[in-house]
C-alpha cells in the first residue's frame, strides 16, 4: 500500500491478519513513527508493545537478531502472532529475520521510513544481518505479509538519505522501465521537493517493477541478478572505501561504470551514457567519488570474483530501460574503465 496517513489502511490490514498478538521493531529515530503505528492498531484492541534498537547499520547484528527474539519471546508472541517493523532498511531487514525464525516463521508486516526501504529493500522478501566481516551474510527469505509505504515519512529523512536512494531509483529506470526514466527526466525538481504525490507514482513504478523480477526467481538463482545493476564496482568501491562511500553514491559509481563498459563492448550507444550521467546528477549523485584508489577498487573485486569462483556477470545496459544480465567482460576493459572512472 503507498500513499500518504494511511493509519486506517494499517489498521485494516492487522484486522484482515487477526494475529494473536503483535510486535512492533523500530530505532531511535524512527520511534515517534513506530508509536503513531501503535496507536493506530490500539483502536482496534490490539496492545502492541515496541522495540528500539540502536539507529545504525551495525544493529544488524547477530547480538540484535537475539535481543529482537528475547523481546518477541518476553512478549508472548507466539505463532499466530505478527511482527511489525517500523523503519528503514537496518529495522527491515533485522525484524524481517526475526520474524523468519521466530517461532519457525511469523507474519511480517513492513511499515518502511526510508525512501530506500520503501522501493527496495521492504520489497523481495530479503531479510538478514551482517556476518562479523561480511554484509547481510545470516539470511533468511521471507515474505511479508503487507507492506504500508507511507509517504509522509519521507518528510523528516536527512537530505543525504533521501538523496542517496535515487541512486536505487534511477536503477530500476535504467535497468528495467523507461517509462520510469522519462517520468524521472520530467519532475526532478518536484522529486527535490519531496512532492508526494509524484513520489507516489515513483514509488509504485519501482515497486512493480522489483515485484514483477522476484515473482519471477524469488530465490535470486537467475533473472533477479538484473536489480544488481550498479552493484558489481558499487560494492567495490564501498569495500575499497572501508564503506566511507554510501551505498547510493558507491552505486551511482557503478551504474556509470557499468554503462562505460557496455559502450566499449559497443553494445549500447554514448547517448545511454550520456542520459544516464545527467540525470544521476539531477538528482545530486555527481560522478567524482570521494578519493578512491582504483587498484584498490579492482582488487576488491578480484576477491568479489575469486568468492563467485571465477565469475563476474556483469549487468549491462543495451539501451534505456532494458539492461541484461551475465555478461562476461575482458580484464582490460574494467581496468580501463575503472581507472578513468576515478581520474
Ligand atoms: N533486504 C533487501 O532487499 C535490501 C535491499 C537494499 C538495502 N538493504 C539494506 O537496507 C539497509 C539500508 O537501509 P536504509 O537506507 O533505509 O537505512 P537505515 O534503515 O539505516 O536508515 C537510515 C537512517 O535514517 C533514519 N530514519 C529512518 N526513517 C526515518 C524517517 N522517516 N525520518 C528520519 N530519519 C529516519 C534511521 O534511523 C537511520 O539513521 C542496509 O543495511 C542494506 O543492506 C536491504
Ligand atoms: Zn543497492
Same mark, same amino acid.
Given at each position: ?57 551495525? $544493529? ?27 523503519? =528503514? =532498511? ?42 562479523? $566481516? ?62 508526494? $504525490? ?146
Amino acid at each position: 500500500m503507498i500513499g500518504s496517513n494511511l493509519q486506517r489502511e494499517l489498521r485494516n490490514v492487522i484486522t484482515r491478519l487477526e494475529p494473536t498478538g503483535a510486535a512492533i521493531i523500530t530505532d531511535r529515530n524512527v520511534r515517534p513513527w513506530a508509536l503513531k503505528v501503535a496507536k493506530a492498531i490500539k483502536r482496534v484492541g490490539l496492545k502492541t508493545p515496541i522495540h528500539v534498537i540502536p539507529a545504525s547499520e551495525r $544493529s544488524k547484528s547477530m547480538a540484535q537478531l537475539e535481543e529482537v527474539l528475547s523481546f518477541l519471546e518476553r512478549r508472548q508472541i507466539d505463532r499466530g502472532g505478527c511482527v511489525i517493523a517500523v523503519g =528503514g =532498511g537496518t529495522v527491515g531487514d533485522l525484524a524481517g529475520l526475526a520474524a523468519a525464525v521466530w517461532q519457525r516463521g511469523v507474519r511480517l508486516v513492513a511499515v518502511p521510513t526510508t525512501l530506500l526501504a520503501m522501493v527496495d529493500s521492504s520489497i523481495g522478501g530479503k531479510t538478514g544481518v551482517n556476518g562479523r $566481516s561480511s554484509k547481510n551474510a545470516i539470511g533468511a527469505f521471507w515474505q511479508p505479509s503487507a507492506v504500508i509505504s507511507d509517504l509522509a515519512a519521507i518528510e523528516t529523512l536527512p537530505a543525504p538519505t533521501y538523496r542517496d536512494a535515487f541512486a536505487e531509483v534511477v536503477k530500476y529506470a535504467v535497468a528495467m522501465d523507461r517509462g520510469l526514466f522519462d517520468l524521472l527526466q520530467r519532475n526532478a525538481p518536484r522529486l527535490a521537493d519531496r512532492d508526494r $504525490s509524484m513520489l507516489e507514482r515513483v514509488v509504485f513504478r519501482c515497486v512493480a517493477a522489483k515485484a514483477l523480477i522476484v515473482a519471477k526467481d524469488e530465490r535470486d538463482r537467475g533473472p533477479r541478478a538484473i536489480l544488481n545493476y550498479g552493484h558489481t564496482a558499487g560494492h567495490a568501491l564501498e569495500a575499497a572505501t572501508g564503506f566511507r562511500v554510501t551505498h547510493g553514491r558507491a552505486v551511482a559509481f557503478g551504474m556509470r561504470v557499468a554503462a562505460r563498459i557496455a559502450l566499449a563492448m559497443d553494445l549500447c550507444s554514448k547517448r545511454v551514457v550520456d542520459a544516464q550521467d545527467a540525470l544521476l546528477e539531477e538528482f545530486g549523485l555527481p560522478d567524482r567519488p570521494p578519493h578512491a584508489d582504483p587498484k584498490r577498487v579492482l582488487a576488491a573485486m578480484a576477491l568479489d570474483k575469486k568468492a563467485r569462483r571465477g565469475k563476474v556477470a556483469w549487468v549491462l545496459p543495451r539501451r534505456i530501460g532494458h539492461s541484461e544480465i551475465g555478461h562476461a567482460v575482458p580484464g582490460a576493459i574494467v581496468r580501463r574503465v575503472i581507472t578513468r572512472s576515478l581520474a
